[in-house]
């Protein structure tokens, strides 16, 4: 079965410094692995994904992702925060192997601090 | 391009009344579609997906059921509803294997 961990509930960062939100998964095969953000009372918006191919993901927002096979993380980061990223992440995972739904993680709230 | 509709985006209702939300996705055909439930802000808690008409999957034993009775149109129902029931509901829809999902905008649904 496919798992997903976000072990912080909550991050806190300041303005100007970098963020890294941590997202670890549990798949058997392949992995193909997501980040969604979402601000309050909204629907979720895609971030980024990994599929295959180069390891550092670029996405929307000035977001990135590093795939790390050999620790099975996915951490999202950004070089320099926003205060308009504060929003709860969520990390999601689903294998190759079949037309399985998406396992989401319990989110991250990032709150960026001016 | 694909859009996806849901609706209400608020409501209100009394225990043990019925409920009926709707999702509609326009622009493609055939989409897989989902339905979540988020309590409390946090975690997503999938109800029901379907990858095709007719083709209902159920993840959670609960009071809610699901119907899928056109290719582009999701329906999350309940005959009854429970305190319990209260929530963020989501839907969502992908194309294939590969692709992430689109969310809709919710519907904040409270049971009084």
């Known amino acids: 079965a496919q798992s997903v961990a976000q072990p912080e509930d909550q991050v806190n960062v300041a303005e100007g410094n970098p963020l890294t939100v941590k997202c670890t998964y549990s798949?058997?095969?392949?992995?193909?692995l997501f980040w969604y953000v979402q601000y309050p009372n909204r629907g979720l918006q895609f971030l980024l994904k990994?599929?295959?191919?180069?390891?550092l993901v670029k996405g929307s927002y000035g977001f990135e992702a590093e795939f790390n096979k050999s620790q099975t993380s996915f951490h999202l980061k950004k070089p320099s925060a926003l205060v308009s990223d504060s929003a709860l992440y969520f990390c999601a995972v689903r294998d190759h192997s079949g037309n399985t739904p998406l396992v989401f993680g319990k989110g991250t709230r990032l709150s960026v601090i001016a | 391009s694909q859009t996806i509709h849901q609706w209400p985006a608020t409501l209100v209702q009394p225990v043990g009344s019925p409920l009926s939300l709707e999702c509609t996705v326009e622009?493609?055909?055939?989409?897989?579609l989902y339905w979540y439930r988020q309590a409390a802000g946090r975690g997503l808690q999938l109800l029901f997906y379907s990858v095709g008409i007719g083709q209902i999957s159920s993840e959670v034993p609960q009071n809610l059921s699901a119907s899928r009775p056109q290719d582009r149109q999701f329906i999350l129902s309940s005959k009854k509803l429970l305190l319990s029931d209260s929530g963020f509901y989501l839907c969502?829809?992908?194309?294939?294997?590969?692709?992430?999902?689109?969310f809709g905008s919710g519907t904040r649904l409270t049971v009084v």
């Open positions: 990994y599929i295959t191919g180069d390891n």
């Open positions: 798949v058997s095969g392949n992995p193909y």
């Open positions: 622009g493609t055909s055939n989409p897989n």
């Open positions: 969502a829809w992908s194309e294939g294997l590969w692709d992430g999902y689109t």
